[in-house]
């Protein structure tokens, strides 16, 4: 689990790629299952700093958790990610790549997956281009010791190849939902990232 206490974004000289992967952990965490009351007073005793859009999107987050209650954002979380029959806002980029799931987009990752190594634990139930678990890819491409797989080149690839074309609408269905209160706060920081990291990748060329 990701310490959000660890999260700061201006501090490039000191970490600025310890904090993307901790940014990329933390929206895993909170996207794949309701996030544990341990983890929403974390989040909630959090440090605020800088101005920034993207730390602004940070600031609203904490607020939001300083109040947050477990069973009131676990219940919120099936109401808008699990539900009965289809989901109200789905996290699948098969979903927003093709309009099906478990189409093509899937197939199509698991083969880039298992050119870095990487394959879906079994105690894992999600499908690997469910948005939590592809977060989850990015923070081990940032984080991981393994120079051969884990660096910006194989970051931007794979960001391009597997969520670019998607991910922002996925957060604004989120941002739009009448029914996200915690998650609205979530979906905004993580499209605010999202929109960060495709403008650094994009500076990079």
Request: with cysteine; proline share 3%; aromatic share 10%.
């Amino acid at each position: 689990m990701t310490s959000a206490q660890s999260i700061k974004f201006e501090s490039q000289d000191q970490g600025e790629e310890t904090a993307r992967a901790d940014v990329y952990g933390l929206l895993a965490t909170l996207l794949y299952a309701p996030p544990s009351q341990d983890l929403l007073d974390t989040i909630g005793n959090a440090p605020v700093e800088g101005t920034s859009v993207l730390e602004q999107a940070w600031a609203e987050l904490v607020a939001v958790c300083k109040t947050a209650q477990q069973e009131n954002v676990r219940e919120e979380y099936e109401q808008l990610f699990v539900g009965v029959g289809r989901p109200e806002v789905m996290l699948y980029g098969s979903f927003y790549l093709s309009g099906f799931l478990m189409e093509k987009p899937l197939a199509e990752l698991r083969t880039d997956l298992a050119g870095l190594g990487l394959q879906r634990s079994d105690g894992v139930v999600e499908s690997e281009d469910h948005l939590a678990s592809l977060c989850e890819v990015m923070r081990y491409l940032i984080a991981s010791d393994d120079v051969v797989h884990a660096n910006l080149a194989a970051q931007e690839k794979f960001f391009n190849t597997h969520m670019r074309a998607w991910v922002l609408d996925c957060c604004a269905a989120i941002e739009a939902s009448q029914n996200a209160h915690f998650y609205k706060p979530v979906a905004c920081l993580a499209r605010i990232f999202f929109e960060v990291e495709m403008q650094a990748f994009d500076m990079a060329n």
